[in-house]
């Protein structure tokens, strides 16, 4: 089992930046993928960009690429979202998820806490 706990959420202007950090321990060599998904009220969970541990191969949702960047740093365990000219739209709980891979919340088996991303037009 792997254990994640997210940060870096708050509340911004619309056309600014936030980087959030998922912080993973445990059994992390399990990880095959990390991945960020978000959740707004009212909607279903949604995919936002994986990385894969061991070569850092990254894939985005259409809705943030080009603005988001996620990356790793393996020798801390720790995985970052790097988001640039937010949008209103963006504004959501952004949970971080260790498992096998893919785009479908489904199929990950760990889940960090949540954080709070609010974007103000």
């Known amino acids: 089992q792997v254990q994640l706990v997210e940060s870096g959420g708050g509340l911004v202007q619309a056309g600014t930046s936030l980087r959030l950090s998922c912080a993973a321990s445990?059994?992390?060599?399990?990880?095959?993928?990390m991945a960020w998904f978000r959740q707004a009220p009212g909607e279903e969970r949604e995919f936002v960009a994986r990385?894969?541990?061991?070569?850092?191969?990254?894939y985005y949702a259409d809705s943030v690429k080009g603005r988001f960047t996620i990356s790793r740093d393996t020798a801390k365990n720790t995985m970052y979202l790097e988001m640039n000219s937010l949008v209103p739209g963006d504004t959501a709980v952004y949970y971080c998820a260790a498992g096998p891979g893919g785009s479908n919340w489904k199929i990950y088996g760990s889940w960090g806490q949540g954080t709070q991303v609010t974007v103000s037009s």
């Open positions: 445990g059994r992390t060599f399990s990880a095959y993928a």
């Open positions: 990385i894969t541990w061991s070569t850092g191969f990254t």
